[in-house]
């Protein structure tokens, strides 16, 4: 079993930045990728970057270049660096660490708005 927390979403102005965390605990042995997904009312959940183990990174399009994923493997934590935020960047943002398993977090509300 692995047990994800998230925090640092909130709400911001458009152009603003956040930071989210995400720590990990229980089997932390056996996680190998972590990421970050999120989902926008009325949307499916889509993602937005993973990060393995060896800190090897795939970041969406609709992002890269203002969102940056990163991993402290000491800490058990993924965090996404979330910069230049659009309105539409606006969703509830989901940990996920995968062993054999797929974990999820409860989910942090990131909203972007004037």
């Known amino acids: 079993q692995v047990q994800l927390v998230e925090s640092g979403g909130g709400l911001v102005q458009p152009g603003g930045s956040l930071r989210l965390s995400c720590a990990a605990s229980g089997n932390i042995f056996a996680i190998n990728n972590m990421g970050w997904y999120r989902q926008a009312p009325g949307n499916q959940r889509e993602l937005v970057a993973t990060?393995?183990?060896?800190?090897?990174?795939t970041v969406a399009d609709s992002v890269k270049g203002r969102f940056t994923i990163s991993r402290d493997n000491a800490k058990n934590t993924v965090y996404l660096q979330m910069n230049s935020l659009k309105p539409e960047d606006t969703a509830v943002y989901y940990c996920n660490a995968e062993t054999r398993l797929a974990y999820w977090g409860q989910g942090t509300q990131v909203t972007v708005s004037s």
């Open positions: 990060i393995t183990r060896g800190g090897r990174t």
